[in-house]
């Protein structure tokens, strides 16, 4: 065969798939590839709007769902987003007697340089001001913030629950990695804590996620218990769209019967009776 022809013949091999790399992905129990969210899915996005009217709609029902002690929660947005758009969650969660507090740095675009050192001040703020410990939620990326100022200041936090959360499985897993680097200033796969990101916070945490996510692949916000040192994770799946989590009803459940939980008392989240319709059986 000429070496023209081997050339030929070789450019029509299909491309490898990427090998798995541990300094890219350092997540040693899960080193598959997971894919993006198809453009489907990413389509279905404009459902937003409509898990915040079904949340309204939802009101006289979620307002049955449990109420806290009066402890307090701090709320970190998405990526390119800011405190606006937690209002809803924040609000809900007054209503169910909780002092929230939104994150108060602007947009949240990457963990530049000082954004990880000003959230763990202000946590440390926080927690001197209302003399307890302090429940973490973060949306997207603000769960990463979430879950490293837990590793950071375990002793000031109470709990930690992401939504959406891209904390394990390949950075490029979803539709939003582009804009990551554009409002970051930096390559995804090369923050100085990604080899951490998969481990567990050593408090009580949960992960809720959608399969019908349309920006992060779901795969990614699953926990493996393996990565946590105590034991005290979890995962709750519900039907949502990844622009809607925060103001999706069922999600809103879900984080009022996390954060209701006694203080050194933790126990799963259960799904008896009409929760097993509404809460698909756990993943991980």
């Keep these: 065969m000429s070496t023209a022809r081997r050339r030929r013949t070789h450019s029509r091999q299909p491309p ?33 709007p409509l898990e915040y009217g079904a949340a309204l709609a939802s009101l006289p029902l979620l307002s049955r769902a449990a109420r806290g002690d009066g402890h307090a929660v701090l709320v970190y947005p998405g990526l390119t987003a800011g405190d606006v758009t937690t209002l809803p969650l924040r609000a809900y969660l007054r209503s169910r007697s909780y002092a929230v507090h939104g994150w108060s740095q602007g947009l949240n675009l990457g963990p530049r340089p000082g954004v990880l050192e000003r959230s763990e001040q202000q946590l440390r703020d926080i927690a001197a001001t209302s003399g307890g410990k302090v429940s973490l939620i973060g949306w997207s990326l603000g769960g990463i913030y ?103 009803p069922a999600a809103l459940y879900a984080i009022a019967d996390r954060l209701a939980q006694p203080e050194g008392a933790w126990t799963p989240f259960h799904r008896h009776g009409w929760r097993s319709v509404v809460f698909p059986a756990p993943v991980g």
């Design 16 to 48: 490898r798939a990427p090998a798995f790399d541990p300094h890219v992905d350092p997540n040693l129990y899960d080193a598959r590839e997971h894919a993006a969210p198809s453009l489907a899915l990413l389509a279905l996005e404009w459902r937003a």
């Design 146 to 248: 979430a879950r490293e100022v837990a590793k950071a200041l375990p002793h000031l936090v109470r709990g930690v629950i992401t939504l959406g959360t891209p904390f394990t499985g390949h950075p490029r897993a979803t539709n939003a990695w582009r804009l990551y680097e554009l409002a970051a200033g930096h390559k995804i796969e090369t923050h100085p804590r990604r080899g951490r990101l998969h481990e567990a916070p050593p408090v009580p945490t949960t992960s809720v996620y959608s399969r019908s996510d349309g920006v992060v692949a779901w795969q990614c916000s699953v926990q493996d218990a393996r990565c946590s040192a105590h034991g005290e994770v979890e995962n709750i799946e519900v039907v949502a769209s990844h622009f809607g989590l925060g103001m999706n």
